[in-house]
């Protein structure tokens, strides 16, 4: 497979990764078969829908079987399967071939009849979104793309290598069976070094304590703005994708456009931090940032940009300074940030009380959540990207897995503290605190429509982890102004979105409460978010004013970025 093959693989897996993969285990095979029998025995009550499924299935079987036969034959006719475009099946054996024909149309038949008799069986909304996903993993795990005797790819590639694809392909499977946990790579591990190939934006590591490190990168402009810019990035993953990688970097995009950028860099917990709190994460977080970037830089305000579960806090942060009667907070920008839990997307299956209760009896055994036990989870939930892509790449037709530097980011894992995690699960998926109210940290009630502060929201279209619907609700949550942009993409690339051809995003003048009435009146640009964004907090960064020192006498240089704890 060629170089832009593979990074149309990564590509696609890329638009459904998200800090939020690292935030549940290993999937509960117990549970989830549960949710599935229970489905099953509930749809069982029902013979008359159950028999009208199995009667759809028999008249499709003969229309396939029909469809077959006349492309045997010669002739091009329409199968049942034939409906819905699957990039699985873009082989053009599929087509040509009357055997591989038929056996897509078996696959898509008996697929269907599948999940449609599991969705038939209602129990309760939670155990049927289970039994709703482990019926598609089923589904997904047998597709005939994924067995090297029906797929005409693989079986092409073997011929046209002499054998030396299969060689290859099973050199990689049991390379992944003894040292992946069976599992296929989803990228070339020795492709990146954080520091070297990620993460290189120079600057400075200007304040370390337990929690996290403060990087002030150097500036690139010979006059800067005077209102400086913190990154917040979520507590779940490394910071640096938004440093990712060179013409690839927010943090790099925002420094040429004159911003002093500044950003945290969390620790990897071990078992010393199981009590560290969400508190804490705000106070030794991001409100000790703003108290080490403004005596850095003198500054009376600072803007704060946050991405995902980064992009909370930052409205939490804000929110408690505002209780305080700190008003040094300027602008907040929210990237892929949820605020309204009450439609979180898939993850929200993840969260109800006997889920919760197991994840909180494993983490007490550590004092914390692995990172690779959890991203399990999240591969699981969108198998054929994560998984089955590197299947067929890597075990049938014998290739290297791609080299990508956000799959290099994703497979970066780190932890979470018990008591931290536990809290943000209960107090925002379960009880969604930030609407019903109730929230307090530091002995502050956080209340968002207190936020007066300018904010520039971002969502992705084909966010799937952070829903941007579920985004949007946040508009009227806030208590200033607020400007929202959707653009292309999903939710890691869609951050991570310099200028390109590819790229557009979607704005409108109005507001109103329903996301689908906002865009009714949005209209399409074409570009990066990243383009208007930069023309939106320039205008809220203060006059041009030179360079401030990196670090000051009181905060001195202790390292060079990306520091220390990005390596742990």
């Known amino acids: 497979m060629n170089d832009d093959a593979n990074r149309d693989i990564a590509d696609q897996a890329a638009e459904q990764l998200g800090p939020e993969a690292s935030l549940f285990p290993e999937l509960d095979s117990a549970l989830l078969n549960r949710s599935l029998l229970r489905s099953l025995r509930a749809a069982s009550a029902n013979p008359a829908a159950v028999g009208l499924i199995a009667l759809q299935a028999m008249v499709e079987a003969g229309w396939a079987t029909a469809a077959m036969a006349a492309r045997a034959l010669g002739a091009e006719v329409e199968g049942p399967a034939d409906r819905e475009v699957d990039r699985r099946f873009k082989d053009p054996a599929w087509e040509n071939n009357f055997l591989f024909y038929g056996v897509k149309q078996a696959y898509g038949i008996l697929g269907h009849t ?33 067995f090297f005797l029906t797929n005409p790819t693989a079986i092409k590639r073997a011929f046209d290598t002499g054998g030396l694809s299969v060689f ?37 590591v200007v304040f370390r304590n337990d929690l996290m490190e403060i990087l002030q990168y150097e500036p690139r402009t010979e006059a800067v703005r005077e209102v400086p810019l913190l990154l917040s990035p979520p507590w779940i993953n490394k910071y640096y994708i938004m440093d990712l990688s060179p013409n690839r970097s927010f943090a790099e995009w925002a420094i040429e456009h004159g911003q002093t950028v500044f950003a945290i860099s969390y620790r990897n917990p071990g078992t010393e931090m199981r009590d560290t709190s969400l508190e804490d994460y705000l106070i030794n977080g ?92 999240f591969d699981i939930l969108r198998a054929n990207d994560l998984i089955f892509n590197y299947v067929v790449n890597n075990w049938l037709l014998g290739e290297d897995p791609p080299a990508f530097d956000i799959l290099a980011w994703n497979s970066d894992s780190t932890r979470m503290p018990a008591d931290m995690h536990s809290f943000y699960l209960r107090s925002f998926y379960m009880e969604n605190l930030l609407v019903h109210g109730g929230l307090e940290l530091g002995g502050q009630p956080i209340r968002l429509e207190n936020v007066k502060n300018d904010t520039f929201m971002v969502a992705a279209v084909n966010d799937h982890i952070v829903p941007w619907k579920g985004s949007y609700a946040g508009t009227q949550m806030l208590g200033g102004d607020v400007d929202f ?30 996301p689908d009435e906002w865009a009714a009146l949005a209209d399409r640009h074409e570009g990066s978010w990243w383009e208007p964004w930069a023309q939106w907090i320039s205008s809220r960064s203060g006059a041009s004013v030179p360079p401030p020192s990196m670090g000051s006498e009181k905060h001195p240089p202790l390292d060079d970025a990306p520091g220390r704890y990005v390596h742990e």
Do not use: W
């Not at 290859?168 to 020795?190: F, S, T, W, Y």
């Not at 305000?301 to 505002?322: D, E, I, R």
């Open 114 to 146: 599948f999940t449609d008799l599991v969705a038939l069986g209602e129990t309760d909304p939670i155990s049927d979104e289970k039994a709703q996903m482990y019926a598609q993993l089923i589904v997904d795990a047998m597709a005939p793309t994924n």
């Open 168 to 204: 290859r392909g099973a050199r990689n499977a049991m390379d992944d069976v003894l040292h992946n946990k069976g599992m296929p790579r989803q990228i070339d591990e020795d492709a990146f070094t954080v520091g070297e190939d990620l993460a290189v934006t120079p600057g400075k």
């Open 286 to 377: 991001p409100r000790t940032a703003i108290d080490v970037i403004t005596e850095i830089t003198g500054a009376e305000k600072v803007n704060v940009a946050g991405v995902c579960l980064g992009g909370l806090m930052t409205a939490v942060l804000a929110a408690y300074l505002q209780a305080e009667g700190d008003d040094r907070i300027g602008s907040l920008t929210l990237m892929n940030t949820l605020l309204d839990y009450s439609e979180p997307g898939q993850l929200g299956a993840f969260t109800d009380e006997e889920t919760v209760q197991r994840l909180e009896e494993k983490m007490a055994e550590r004092g914390y959540l692995e990172g690779s036990e959890m991203r399990g989870t």
């Open 485 to 514: 942009l959707l653009t292309s993409s999903g939710h890691i690339a869609g951050i991570v979105n310099p200028p390109s051809p590819k790229a557009h995003y979607f704005l409108a003048d109005e507001y109103p409460a329903h």
